[in-house]
């Protein structure tokens, strides 16, 4: 009875953990690797085909995105999630290898003019139909037995519409062992979204550990619908556009909930028919399916609402499908809420958008969700004062806000509570998804609270009987001081990069103006350089 860590571990994203029990290899996720995490998604690193199952926490791609590469490479068996991750897997699985496809047609436009071999897509269309094929759902609270041996159950995790923890029972002759898989823990006081639901026993608990090393800025309690119209309000009063750079499931349809109300109740009195525009395909699909059957996943407040009609739909709303529909809202001068993808702003028609309105003062940039560092989006609440989109040098007088207190994750108190409802105690807890140093801290927390914890490394293999470590896998990759075989010039490049990074230390804690200036003169430097 083992469990090996194949993804998220001192990292973020990646999700994907292997138990075996009673000779079955169970998967728990089969996520993307975003970002620093990435080693190579290409790889798995397990052979697909002994495989026998999979359990998928929730929909979004860094727990779900290889999938259809398992089945590519020879995965048979079922793939079990709730029923609303079925659905949004339909659609998240789709629009990933259409992605996968389109970077893979670019790379090679790009490769045949430089002589180099083509790329295959990391996996195709077909694949992802392929791969949907395989889903089982059920509902919340039933208990499923997926292979001999094994049984699970999922628990709502509060995180995203039908995301879940997973209680899983292995038994193998006369011994039982309970795993608890947290998933992403969600935030509490969400809109639509029922608060995490706590789970009271486990032997052994993986625990999420994004936000281990943070608390939210909650300092009261916020009024999402009013804070929202006032900025709304005020910017199509000036005749400029709002533009919501959002994440497309979840995200999105949470922003549809807050406007629908700020209609109903009149409190954009600048504009109170304003337009509001969903710019993204996959955000109107995930919209459709969270306008259908949500029975088993609402919140109190969003059951009564639903009683008086649709949750995600109001008069003036527009969800836009093709390119041409995209383009066309950036020639109609009338002033409008935009709401398009991507949530960081690197990638998706949102840049379009921004070209278009960054350089006006009476437009407004509102950020709804965490904008990773080196992002466009970061650099934006950073006070940059230009960004250079397509070619093309943009100023950056709209104002930007960050709408603070819309996570979907739970802070270090919330994922302290989730740990804190076991009794008696784990005999292990690993601390996964989270950045290296973070993973780190966290599990540090829960030792000083009395826990058993540590946050295991990537291909980390434990023995659920024993409770022993079999192998200590590989630690966080650290980069050479220099790299072999570089040439003398090389090495003093990555010197004075490595002076730059203590030159920035030294500047925390500087003037918002000297510090943007600062970043503004990087930037520059490296668009020229960048080649």
Not at 92 to 110: F, G, V, Y
Not at 440 to 454: C, I, K, N, S
Request: glycine share 8%.
């Amino acid at each position: 009875m083992k469990l090996t860590f194949f993804g998220a571990a001192h990292a973020v994203t990646g999700s994907c953990h292997c138990v075996e029990c009673s000779g079955k290899k169970i998967l728990v996720d089969c996520g993307l690797q975003q970002g620093r995490d990435e080693r190579d998604n290409q790889a798995l690193d397990f052979n697909a085909g002994y495989i026998d199952a999979v359990v998928v926490t929730h929909a979004h791609i860094d727990h779900s995105g290889r999938i259809p590469l398992l089945v590519k490479q020879g995965f048979e068996g079922n793939i079990y999630c709730t029923r609303l991750t079925g659905q949004l897997l339909s659609i998240m699985l789709r629009d990933s290898a259409h992605i996968q496809e389109s970077d893979a047609q670019w790379q090679n436009q790009k490769g045949r003019r430089a002589g180099e071999e083509p790329v295959e897509p990391l996996y195709t269309v077909a694949d992802a139909e392929a791969a949907i094929k395989h889903i089982v759902t059920c509902e919340y609270g039933t208990r499923l037995q997926v292979e001999d041996g094994v049984k699970i159950r999922f628990v709502d995790a509060g995180h995203l519409l039908g995301s879940a923890s997973v209680e899983m029972w292995l038994t193998e002759g006369d011994e039982t062992r309970k795993v608890v898989f947290s998933g992403d823990i969600g935030n509490r006081d969400q809109p639509i979204i029922r608060d995490p639901q706590y789970i009271k026993d486990a032997d052994y608990v993986l625990t999420e550990s994004t936000y281990g090393d943070r608390l939210h800025d909650m300092a009261q309690k916020p009024d999402y619908t009013a804070d929202l119209a006032a900025i709304i309000d005020e910017t199509l009063g000036k005749r400029g556009n709002v533009i919501i750079p959002s994440f497309a499931v979840g995200r999105t349809q949470e922003l549809l909930y807050f406007i629908r109300e700020m209609k109903e109740q009149g409190l954009v009195k600048s504009a109170p028919n304003f337009q509001v525009v969903v710019d993204s395909p996959l955000a109107g699909e995930a919209t459709r399916i969270f306008s259908g059957d949500l029975h088993g996943y609402l919140d109190e407040e969003a059951i009564l609402a639903l009683k008086g009609g649709a949750l995600f739909q109001f008069p003036g709303l527009t969800i836009t499908e093709s390119s041409a529909e995209s383009r066309a809202l950036n020639e109609d001068k009338t002033p409008r809420v935009i709401i398009s993808a991507s949530g960081m702003c690197d990638a998706g028609r949102i840049r379009h958008h921004l070209k278009h309105n960054l350089w006006r003062p009476e437009c407004a940039v509102v950020f709804v969700g965490y904008q990773a560092e080196g992002s466009l989006g970061r650099r934006l609440l950073n006070g940059v004062t230009s960004v250079k989109l397509f070619g093309e040098e943009i100023a950056v007088r709209a104002r930007i806000v960050n709408f603070h207190g819309l996570s979907s994750h739970a802070d270090r108190d919330g994922l302290l509570r989730w740990i804190e409802h076991f009794t008696p105690q784990p005999r292990q807890v690993f601390v996964v998804h989270g950045e290296a140093e973070v993973a780190d801290l966290y599990a540090a927390t829960l030792r000083q609270r009395g826990l058993e914890a540590h946050a295991p490394n990537y291909e980390e293999v434990y023995d659920l009987l024993s409770n022993q470590m079999l192998a200590p896998g590989l630690p966080p990759e650290k980069k050479p001081a220099t790299t072999p075989g570089a040439s003398p010039a090389y090495q003093r490049l990555e010197e004075v990069g490595r002076k730059l990074m203590e030159v920035i230390a030294h500047n925390k804690g500087g003037t918002n103006k000297d510090l943007s200036k600062f970043a503004d003169q990087l930037r520059a430097l490296i668009e020229k350089w960048d080649r």
